[in-house]
């Protein structure tokens, strides 16, 4: 193994996870173009979406400003941060997602030999399996005044994700519609309030494992089941865990966790057995080195092993110093700041009408917290597009909207 790719890799995670609207999707395709030889980009890429996982829950927790996956986080994350609790949030975030590891590791065995089998068994009902998924994702909202407003924030979002995926309006056109939905919406309302930041415990915490541990069990099995379907991620799957577990602030983050943790694992093993890429660093995976066998899958899991190790060390490491800064900003500024990078980044990368599907996205996302509903409905601009696809569609809407 390439110490000086993994280190790469690991700095590589850390920059994107901690960056607001910097995902390592991004990083992973500037890197794919650098001329960089495979064998080195293999573990830097790897490495890259490894660390990712780790520090993404930072901006998450401490700014509320989340990222595609971390959206859910922010409810419990940031409520444990104005509880006086972020460093109890970064322990529990660490701990679960190191226990995760440990048993998605574990069953990995069982797991690539079973998912063959279950995606051969799903893949002719893909389209109902992602229909039933999105029904239950908005029945969650329970109430038919709240499932009218999410089933609204899912068309409007949907509608968007179908039209710039399928016109290329921009090479990468999830950058400013996933910033504008869920970073730049979030950045935008918390200027609009004066929410101070209260001083945070510094004491030891224990975590008891005992409390959590089925939780963490729970988001190993959703990984496993989000690795068989398109257009799932971490948000949905750990919205739908509502619909069967009563989910407390802490548990939730600690299942939000294990479930981003096993989702990159399996997600792997997807590839290897299926031969199906569920993320940016699964297809530049496949495209560097083709077919994936066993040993091969056993060498890329020794590189996220190594990398979430060394990255939980570094978590914990900068949480004591990096709590005391962040009761000390002033919230107004600090987001300020962040929507200015976020609008220079879309600029620098997809120009002006990058920056006006931002715009769009972003009036679209500020309305779940208005209207009372979940902001994972937003994530209808991947889902939305997975439906087209597999109800065979593509080609008709193709012709609609190009007239």
């Not at 069967?244 to 590839?271: D, E």
């Not at 995976?285 to 056993?298: E, F, H, K, M």
Request: glycine share 10%.
């Amino acid at each position: 193994m390439d110490v000086l790719a993994l280190l790469a890799g690991i700095v590589g995670g850390a920059l994107s996870g901690l960056v607001p609207g910097l995902h390592n999707n991004t990083l992973t395709a500037a890197l794919m173009v650098s001329g960089l030889p495979a064998a080195f980009l293999v573990v830097v890429v790897i490495a890259l979406a490894a660390s990712h996982q780790i520090f993404e829950f930072i901006p998450a927790i401490f700014l509320g400003v989340p990222d595609s996956e971390t959206v859910v986080s922010v409810l419990p994350g940031h409520r444990l941060l104005l509880m006086g609790k972020g460093l109890l949030a970064l322990r529990l975030v660490a701990a679960s997602c190191l226990f995760a590891l440990v048993i998605s590791v574990a069953a990995l065995p069982l797991v690539a030999a079973f998912l063959p089998a279950a995606y051969a068994a799903l893949e002719p009902w893909m389209f109902w399996v992602l229909l039933v998924a999105v029904g239950a994702l908005l029945w969650t909202e329970r109430k038919p005044k709240l499932i009218a407003a999410a089933c609204l924030v899912f068309g409007l979002s949907g509608a968007l994700g179908a039209l710039v995926l399928a016109v290329p309006f921009v090479t990468d056109p999830l950058l400013p519609a996933l910033s504008g939905l869920f970073a730049i919406s979030a950045a935008l309302l918390a200027m609009s309030g004066r929410v101070k930041i209260p001083p945070q415990q510094t004491a030891d915490i224990d975590i008891k494992l005992r409390a959590f541990g089925p939780y963490i069990l729970l988001g190993c099995i959703l990984g496993a089941v989000v690795g068989l379907l398109p257009g799932l991620g971490v948000a949905q799957a750990a919205v739908l865990a509502l619909i069967f577990v009563p989910v407390l602030s802490a548990q939730f983050l600690a299942l939000v966790a294990s479930i981003s943790i096993s989702n990159l694992v399996y997600g792997f093993a997807a590839l290897a057995t299926i031969g199906k890429a569920r993320s940016g660093a699964a297809v530049a995976v496949r495209d560097l080195l083709g077919t994936i066998d066993p040993s091969t899958l056993a060498f890329i899991i020794g590189i996220i092993v190594v990398s979430i190790a060394v990255s939980i060390v570094f978590l914990l490491l900068l949480a004591r110093p990096m709590l005391r800064a962040i009761s000390t900003v002033d919230p107004l500024k600090l987001n300020a700041a962040v929507l200015l990078f976020l609008t220079a980044l879309i600029w620098t990368l997809t120009g002006l009408v990058g920056l006006g599907i931002a715009g769009i996205a972003a009036a679209i996302g500020i309305l779940p917290p208005l209207l009372g509903i979940r902001r994972t409905h937003g994530m209808g601009v991947i889902l939305m597009p997975a439906l087209i696809y597999f109800a065979g569609a593509t080609s008709a809407f193709l012709a609609a909207v190009m007239g």
